[in-house]
């Protein structure tokens, strides 16, 4: 049996575009984003309050884009998207989904790594991926020169995302052309041609490899297209678009205009969609670098966030640390959308009789699904559940003998299928023919169906085999309590 979207979700309103690249995309009104005048400034840096507006992010990946293609000797039309592959490794940055844009412009493609990687982990992904640049912050730049020379990359082509707060003796960082010295340079360059694409291309066309430990195995880069990601923010913004009232009424909404917090990693394909969503419905994001505690807090109360992207281990230290929160203005804070492992039963409890007013929704993805397949809406939430299947996604649920499984609350592995699904695992063909089988990826995971006190169907996943966020290196720890 084949599940589906619940009855009351509405259908894609455009099939996803496979023509045209993300940025494109974000950044052109045709494709139903929220009007760029009705939009927040989508990033704004929670330490120095910095800031631009669409418009200016508009032009800056342009600008950017003109800037790298100078510096490297790159042209939108030029070679292989393959030729043009970035790195970024670095904390969370206002820029960082800047970068990954203006690289798409020139028609290239981001890898994002990890900030909790070693050098030789670094290393890896810079060989695996053949990057021919790699952009990075202060704090890691001793960990990015080393990888990038064992990795053979050239030392001009290491870049700083902000200008080096290091001392002038430094010369490892202050040599170092940043972002901004690259816009200006774009600025003064002629206008970049218009990429030349072809029907079918961004279908085919990866946009980011994201580095995934798989189903199984060692990590894999998996070639999330522009069409996988494009697709994922439609269904996850076409779920989100109906809600109901107290009634069970039907609402549509027809924009959320919402500040969040965003202090995901960038890097995770978790977090990169989110923020992609986030764009699209014209949300503001509140960056930070990390999960600190107290400048979580700080950001929510001087912003006044409504939204919460988080990870389980995040959620169990507001629990934790309850009494430290109830220092600071919290009420703004609606919604807790929470993914990447499970999220215990009683953490949920013990975090809604703290904050009745908070929402906890979870979801359910993998990299591989470019990203997220379940999402619970915020009339229907079904604590143990990660939600209801996205608009334009099917499951299928198979027992261990391969047969499928039509019965709510029987488990068995979960098989997807969608336009999100990537295309498959880089250098790797055994493993794409393993996971990709007959149009459908399968997850790994063990899941179920049931059905939700409204009667909708939720998913439970009964084994999680993998995660999606690995939270190693990543510190959720209260500084300075």
């Not at 490297?72 to 070679?79: D, V």
């Not at 290091?166 to 202050?174: E, I, L, N, P, R």
């Amino acid at each position: 049996m084949i599940f589906t979207a619940p009855s009351w979700a509405p259908p894609l309103p455009l099939d996803p575009p496979d023509s045209i690249p993300i940025h494109q995309f974000q950044f052109e009104e045709e494709y139903g984003r929220c009007p760029f005048g009705a939009s927040k400034a989508p990033f704004t840096c929670g330490l120095s309050a910095k800031t631009r507006s669409v418009m200016d992010i508009k032009s800056r990946i342009e600008y950017l884009a003109k800037g790298i293609g100078k510096a490297i000797g790159w042209a939108p039309n030029a070679g292989s998207e393959w030729e043009k592959v970035v790195s970024i490794f670095s904390m969370n940055h206002i820029d960082y989904m800047v970068l990954g844009w203006a690289v798409h412009r020139l028609n290239g493609i981001l890898t994002p790594a990890s900030a909790a990687y070693s050098a030789r982990e670094l290393e890896h992904q810079l060989r695996d991926s053949r990057s021919k640049a790699i952009f990075t912050c202060d704090s890691l730049l001793p960990i990015a020169i080393q990888a990038a020379s064992a990795a053979g990359l050239s030392d001009d082509h290491v870049y700083l995302l902000e200008p080096s707060n290091q001392t002038h003796g430094d010369s490892a960082s202050h040599a170092r052309k940043s972002v901004d010295e690259l816009v200006l340079e774009g600025m003064n360059e002629p206008p970049l041609e218009e990429l030349c694409w072809e029907t079918g291309q961004g279908a085919r066309q990866v946009a980011y490899l994201c580095y995934s430990s798989g189903t199984s195995g060692p990590p894999k880069g998996v070639m999330i297209t522009h069409r996988n990601m494009i697709a994922n923010v439609l269904q996850l913004s076409t779920l989100d678009s109906t809600a109901r009232d107290a009634k069970g009424r039907s609402m549509v909404r027809t924009a959320y205009n919402e500040i969040c917090l965003g202090v995901l990693p960038m890097s995770h394909a978790y977090a990169i969609t989110t923020l992609q969503l986030c764009t699209y419905r014209g949300d503001g994001v509140i960056v930070l670098p990390n999960a600190d505690l107290r400048t979580c807090c700080e950001a929510i109360s001087c912003y006044q966030v409504r939204t919460l992207y988080l990870v389980p281990a995040i959620i169990e230290l507001l629990v934790r640390n309850h009494d430290f929160l109830n220092r600071y203005d919290v009420s703004s804070v609606v919604d807790i959308i929470t993914g990447a492992a499970p999220l215990r039963n009683e953490t949920v409890f013990a975090l809604q009789n703290l904050f009745p007013k908070w929402r906890v929704r979870q979801g359910y993805g993998l990299t591989e699904a470019s990203t997220i397949i379940c999402w619970t809406p915020d009339h229907d939430i079904l604590p143990g559940s990660v939600g209801c299947l996205l608009p334009g996604i099917e499951a299928k649920i198979v027992s261990s003998n391969s047969e499928e499984i039509s019965q709510h609350n029987v488990p068995g592995e979960l098989l997807v299928r969608s336009p999100s699904v990537s295309i498959g695992y880089h250098n790797d063909a055994t493993s794409t023919r393993q996971t990709f089988v007959d149009s459908w990826l399968h997850t790994g995971d063990e899941a179920m169906m049931c059905a939700s006190p409204l009667g909708y169907e939720h998913l439970v996943i009964t084994d999680r085999i993998k995660e999606l966020i690995k939270v190693r290196g990543y510190q959720v720890s209260p500084s300075e309590l």
